[in-house]
């Protein structure tokens, strides 16, 4: 029983460049979520989903796009990478929706580094 | 603006003695609080969490203390272990706020001095 994995663990882009970044869990979980984590700023949800096929927008969803062909995976998309997005991307899923008392489960994250 | 705060960025304390990480709020209509513990090169993991209708939660050596009309909240860990050095985000949610969004803190780094 793996959790939620992340890959890659590391990646640096240059402006511009597009990335995905993959989550999968095996939890059998309906909810998924991405969120960045800046110094000072704790985790923003950048897009979360409720279900296979779902997608929706958190805090600072411009410049991601998200996907949710699989119940156990959930895609990030950078499709031209800016240095604002120089950061620590977390996955998590939950059993629950997450705003109404559930614990999320996160992956190890992802360092990115926009140059 | 930050709906949840945590004002100290990072905290020492001795083994054996308590630690005391705060936290605090401004969305009154916030009635769900949880604690996670993050470890360098890994996710947070859940640690406890309190309902509103309750002003303490107990489980092992962490204690959660909610002060509703302060809009404050507190992690005591006693005694605190070397293992415990980690950085705590305090987060919050409730039915009657934005359902889907769990509110995290920038977080407090705590260091347990052997």
């Known amino acids: 029983n793996a959790g939620v994995t992340q890959t890659p663990k590391f990646r640096v882009l240059k402006t511009g460049q597009s990335m995905t970044l993959l989550c999968a869990q095996d939890m059998n979980h309906e909810y998924m979520y991405w969120y960045r984590q800046d110094p000072g700023m704790g985790l923003r949800l950048i897009h979360y989903?409720?279900?296979?096929?779902?997608?929706a927008k958190g805090e600072v969803p411009d410049g991601y796009n998200v996907s949710r062909l699989k119940k156990q995976n959930f895609l990030l998309g950078l499709e031209s990478a800016a240095p604002s997005q120089t950061s620590v991307y977390f996955c998590?899923?939950?059993?629950?929706?997450?705003?109404?008392?559930?614990?999320?489960?996160f992956g190890p994250g992802t360092r990115l580094t926009v140059l | 603006d930050q709906q949840v705060k945590q004002n100290s960025p990072s905290l020492s304390v001795q083994e054996g003695r308590i630690s005391i990480l705060n936290c605090d709020y401004t969305?009154?209509?916030?009635?769900?609080f949880l604690w996670y513990k993050k470890y360098p090169a890994e996710g947070p993991t859940f640690l406890i969490s309190i309902s509103s209708i309750k002003d303490k939660n107990e489980d092992g050596r962490f204690t959660v203390f909610l002060n509703k009309s302060a809009k404050h909240l507190s992690l005591h860990i006693v005694p605190s272990q070397p293992g415990d050095s980690a950085v705590y985000f305090c987060?919050?949610?409730?039915?009657?706020?934005?359902?889907?969004?769990?509110?995290f803190g920038p977080g407090t780094s705590l260091s347990v001095i052997p």
């Open positions: 998590a899923s939950s059993l629950g929706l997450a705003g109404l008392y559930n614990e999320q489960f």
């Open positions: 987060a919050a949610s409730g039915l009657k706020t934005s359902y889907d969004k769990v509110i």
């Open positions: 969305n009154s209509m916030f009635d769900y």
């Open positions: 989903s409720v279900g296979e096929g779902t997608t």
